[in-house]
């Protein structure tokens, strides 16, 4: 895995509780990236050691900086130091952009329409990827579906609207604003959740039947788009998400108590005790064992394990990304259930 250090170059402020990063490309190695992907950045507070995923809001080809988009999460301990602490001529040390939240050439292009459905800090990979497809596929639509509480909180207002009037025949946004009266002469503005049924009774049918789907944000938002979208027959792999932070169901714990297990990274062999509720890449981490990680939903495979001996339980994701092989588990999703765990990391 690559690391780079970047210099703040520019912070800019989005919202009240939503700053954009803009890092210069280093000097040397330029740091590669595809829209829709994310850096990793790693900070070092009282002594720990924190890795955290932001998507890019910039998009290669497009913009010249490194951009990332970081909404305060309340009590969430990166997101408000970038917000309060971080500042311009600052250094960062990120990890080489991973992710696979990005417009595929092949499997895509044979779709004339980009549908992006988003709310909050979800529209970050989601602008990417509209700045990429509007510069690079004139003969594309883009049609962006974004959810916020007001106007005052939607992030990059001034960007879509003048993407809007740029791309005036390829680019239609939409705004769903739950807690705002609209002005209903407008068209792009909606009052409410976005509500999949409603993007349905006023998309073009052919825009429809040819799109491909892009969704991130909560997690209501992504099982009530998906299922709208299953239930048009649209098949799953036209439909992609990504996961912000993934969600735990309490019932899945039921089978899971407290146990001591040993970890070995770099050779060393520690005795961990994973206090339930707790991942085991969470238990190593609180007991400030540097291990490998970044996305912590089961996505990137940077914090994967062999398991020795024992069972573990996977909670959180409904697949295995591709490249683990057998007895090689993901620690952000794993849970000892047995007394006689070993689990070595390379
Ligand atoms: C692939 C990927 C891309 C991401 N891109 C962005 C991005 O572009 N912009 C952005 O602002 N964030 C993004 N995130 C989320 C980001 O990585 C952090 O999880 C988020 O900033 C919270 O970190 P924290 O240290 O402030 O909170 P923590 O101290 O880690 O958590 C504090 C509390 O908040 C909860 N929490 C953690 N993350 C979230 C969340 N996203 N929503 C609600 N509650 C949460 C935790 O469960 C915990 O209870 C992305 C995450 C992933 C996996
Ligand atoms: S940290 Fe990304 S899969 Fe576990």
Known sequence: MAFYTLK???????????VTLCFKQPGLKKIKYLAGQYLTLVFRINGRRYLRPYSFS???????????????????????????????????E??????????????????SCIILWGVG?????????????????????????????????VIFRDQ???LQQ????????????????????NPSLVQGRINPEKVFANLKQDDLENAVHYICGPPRLKESVKSALNLKGISSDRINTEDFELVKNPKDFVDIHTQLIE??????????????????????????????YSCQTGNCITCKGELLSGTVKTIGIDKFPEGLAQNEYLLCCSYPLSNDVKITIN
Request: a negative charge; one cysteine or more; hydrophobic letters at 35%.
């Open 160 to 162: 879509i609207l003048h």
């Open 121 to 153: 800090s979800g529209i970050t990979p989601l602008i990417s990827i509209a700045k990429y497809i509007l510069s690079t596929h004139s003969d594309k639509k883009v049609i962006l579906l974004y959810g916020n509480r007001n106007h005052e909180s």
């Open 58 to 92: 910039s998009s290669p080809g497009v913009d010249s900086l490194l951009e990332i988009t970081v909404k305060r999460i309340p009590g969430g301990i990166i997101s408000n130091h970038i917000n309060d602490a971080i500042n311009i001529g600052d250094s960062i």
């Open 263 to 292: 970890l070995t990274f770099n050779n060393i062999k520690t005795t961990l005790e994973v206090v339930k509720g707790k991942s085991i890449l969470e238990a190593g981490l609180d007991a400030n064992i540097e291990l490998p």
């Open 166 to 185: 740029e791309f005036i025949n390829n680019f239609t946004a939409w705004h769903f604003l739950t807690q705002a009266v609209v002005d209903e002469s």
């Open 94 to 111: 990120v990890m080489e952009p991973m992710g696979d939240f990005i417009y595929q050439k092949d499997k895509d292009s044979s779709c």
């Open 8 to 18: 703040v170059h520019d912070k800019r402020i989005e919202t009240k509780d939503t």
